[in-house]
């Protein structure tokens, strides 16, 4: 397929995706692009879909596993600063949706504005921070969210409220959709006591994360009852290993790439634990990690 002129400059052939994912696992995009401004979103989003080419958003690359074959389709990365604005106004905060995270948290407690702490660390953007309806401590993210602007494929934008995007426990009406944008509707707070209570939540957070590895995912997601983690040493799975990939032996809800790890090894560990897990507690355990 011939790249459109007016997009050669935009979208390149066979770009690798394993420098980019958390992983670092996988094979090149058949076609990728990172905009630096609306109209190039669109103009991509667009081409692509008037092609039929599968797309994909990429945001941090945190919970996505790439095959070695690759992703026969467009890449479209939301790294550049124009699809990572964040900005305030009274109690509003508007996250541009290649934003991450963390930098939403710090910029809202910035602005004495609290509702967001609770989901200090945790990492990824902040598009799939809203699409998989992340929650820690009780909370979830959908539960500040007052409405997000997606792109269709014909590139324009769409603006859908809080009560129709359908959150509900790590999931959404939205997988599948290209977001770009999404205001929280956030309380005021004192500046003082949320930053200490970011500080105690992100030392917390922080101690449940493998320290001795730099390939690391979180490739479940965790039921209602407990966490990924306590079920998994429950059931005696702490440390398995498949080739060059295991489970972190003291945070198992950690899948980690060894040096050689390939995407068949974590596949057929994740689904080793996930046998498992249902044989041992008859809990079926979902995917954290998209597979490409």
């Not at 397929?1 to 394993?18: F, G, N």
């Not at 792109?151 to 959404?172: A, N, S, W, Y």
């Amino acid at each position: 397929m011939t790249i459109p002129e007016h997009l050669q400059h935009l979208v390149r052939s066979d770009e690798p995706l394993a420098p980019l994912v958390w992983l670092g696992i996988g094979g090149p995009a058949h076609f990728f692009a990172e905009p630096v401004d609306p109209d190039q979103f669109a103009g991509v989003i667009k081409w692509a879909a008037e092609n039929g080419l599968p797309t994909r958003v990429l945001g941090s690359g945190s919970n996505v596993l790439v095959r070695e074959s690759g992703f026969d389709g467009l890449v479209v990365s939301l790294g550049a600063a124009a699809t990572s604005v964040l900005s305030i106004d009274g109690e509003r905060l508007t996250a541009g949706a290649g934003g991450k995270l963390s930098h939403a948290v710090v910029k809202a407690i910035g602005g004495s504005l609290g509702g967001l702490e609770h989901l200090v660390g945790i990492p990824g953007t902040i598009g799939a921070a809203v699409v998989g309806n992340v929650s820690s401590g009780g909370r979830d993210i959908g539960s500040v969210v007052e409405r997000v602007r997606v792109m269709l494929p014909d590139g324009t934008i769409k603006q859908i409220e809080q009560d129709e995007v359908g959150f509900t426990h790590r999931k959404t009406s939205l997988d599948g959709m290209t977001i770009v944008e999404v205001d929280f509707k956030l309380e005021p707070g004192d500046p003082v006591a949320l930053t200490k209570r970011l500080q105690k939540l992100w030392i917390a957070r922080n101690s449940s994360r493998p320290t001795d590895f730099d390939r690391i995912a979180m490739p479940f997601i965790d039921p209602d009852s407990l966490s990924a983690r306590e079920l998994i040493q429950n059931v005696g799975l702490a440390g398995i290993r498949e080739g060059a990939a295991s489970l972190d032996s003291a945070q198992p809800h950690y899948l980690v790439a060894h040096e050689g790890a390939t995407s068949d090894q974590c596949l057929k560990l994740i689904e080793r634990v996930r046998e498992q897990v249902l044989l041992q507690t008859g809990i079926d355990l979902q995917l954290n990690l998209q597979i490409w």
